[in-house]
């Protein structure tokens, strides 16, 4: 039985790898994997320059306003994008040469200060297309600040006390609540940005993992070809077989998303940062210095273990699944209508962890992370965030084992009724049967 396992298993492995297809999707993959990573690069290359920036041309009609505005623009800037992503020049023309100058420019936008009786100042903004929506808050918010900035000069106040008005303030943190700490609140805005990116190959490889299972044996089943394998071998081999062959391709082709992804990484390495790099550096850079500064990095030790292990009998549980159901259908179209329930839990569970940190405190949440489909998934972002403790992951792993020991003993009933069956009538009524015998 052994070695008849071994020879369907490697049969079966064979079959998806020595094909164009998984060739030509693997090297489409690394060219997605890799370019997203230099993503900027690639678009530099081709005419684009994320470290180009927008020229703001200022007419002052107050003779006054430019210096404050000019400033006010830069620091709202550094707020915004941690860097001062414009170029801001006087301009002396007029307004029809600026409106010729910014013509079928997209990188120069126009700003108009007058005085006014009312409102101090007024302002008119004049670009050649439409100004991105982040571009405009941040240009509306410099004028509007240095509005304000012009009038309290005009009222008189003395430049010390300005200076006390408009300096930030540095904003100290404290906790009350001594389980919760200051990198704690890095980790949820880390969780929230780079956890979906890091769970979506994962679900990818759910998704695919159970229509492979279910595509090799329905099409073994319309060629016919069952009768001739499983008169050689057993249906329980024939059955753990595609369950191996499936989990060892997609545990394969999860290692080859990760050399991909750094690969891709690398390069960006040797081509050096952008300005887009440099500010997520300023942004994520410090919250990693902060939790490699607390005991993050001690817990990971055996969070990650204790998740790859989650993942790795989640990927059983979905392969024992899509053979069973598999086994239940004629032909590919009815495999899809079956499967479409483990997807949309599968789905549910991807977004619940995209959004585990909406649910601080929810009894649901913690119930939903004991289900076997997307305890894998959902219960590490839960445990990472501190919304359930290592019991808990204990608990979705041993209830996830008996979900594929129960699977197993009775799905195997099902797989030897159900993978000779070529017809759908009563086939729910021989299913049942088989599960009393």
């Not at 904003?171 to 949820?188: A, F, G, P």
């Not at 300023?282 to 817990?299: Q, Y």
């Not at 959902?378 to 008996?402: E, K």
Request: hydrophobic share 50%; glycine share 6%; net charge neutral.
């Amino acid at each position: 039985m052994t070695n008849k396992l071994k020879f369907l298993t490697g049969v079966s492995l064979k079959r998806k790898i020595n094909t164009k297809w998984f060739v030509a999707a693997n090297i489409i993959l690394a060219i997605i994997i890799i370019g997203v990573a230099n993503i900027d690069s690639i678009i530099k290359f081709f005419g684009g320059d994320f470290n180009e920036k927008t020229e703001v041309l200022i007419i002052d009609n107050t003779d006054y306003s430019y210096d404050i505005l000019s400033n006010t623009l830069s620091a709202t800037s550094k707020q915004v994008f941690d860097t001062t992503s414009y170029k801001i020049n006087k301009y002396n023309k007029s307004e029809k040469d600026l409106k010729k100058e910014i013509k079928d420019e997209d990188k120069k936008i126009g700003i108009i200060i007058s005085t006014d009786d009312k409102n101090v100042i007024s302002a008119k903004m004049i670009s050649n297309s439409y100004i991105e929506t982040l571009d405009y808050q941040v240009l509306s918010q410099a004028i509007n600040q240095a509005k304000i900035s012009i009038a309290t000069l005009k009222s008189n106040i003395p430049v010390e006390e300005l200076n006390k008005i408009y300096n930030p303030i540095e904003i100290e943190r404290v906790i009350l609540d001594e389980d919760k700490k200051s990198e704690n609140e890095m980790m949820e805005i880390i969780m929230t940005s780079v956890f979906p990116v890091i769970i979506l190959p994962v679900f990818m490889l759910i998704i695919f993992l159970v229509q492979m299972i279910g595509t090799e044996i329905n099409d073994e089943k319309t060629t016919r070809g069952m009768e001739i394998i499983i008169s050689n071998v057993s249906p329980s081999t024939h059955f753990f077989s595609k369950v191996l062959s499936g989990n060892i391709f997609v545990i394969m082709q999860g290692a080859l998303i990760i050399l991909y992804g750094v690969i891709g990484l690398i390069i960006r390495g040797f081509m050096g940062s952008s300005s887009i790099t440099s500010m997520l550096s300023d942004k994520i850079g410090p919250a990693f210095d902060s939790l490699l500064s607390s005991d993050f990095i001690s817990k990971m030790v055996y969070i990650l273990p204790l998740a790859l292990v989650l993942l790795l009998a989640t990927f059983l549980a979905y392969s024992l699944l899509a053979g069973i159901l598999a086994s239940m259908t004629t032909n590919a179209e009815d495999f899809n209508q079956l499967q479409t329930p483990i997807m949309i839990v599968s789905l549910a569970g991807y977004y619940m962890a995209i959004m585990a940190g909406v649910f601080k405190g929810s009894i649901l949440i913690r119930i939903c992370s004991y289900i076997p489909l997307i305890s894998a998934i959902l219960s590490p972002s839960l445990l990472v965030l501190g919304q359930i403790g290592i019991f808990d992951l204990v608990i979705s792993f041993v209830l996830l084992v008996l979900f594929n020991y129960l699977l197993i003993k009775y799905g195997l009933k099902i797989y030897k009724v159900g993978i000779l069956n070529y017809s759908s009538k009563d086939l729910w009524k021989k299913m049942f049967k088989a599960l009393k015998d």
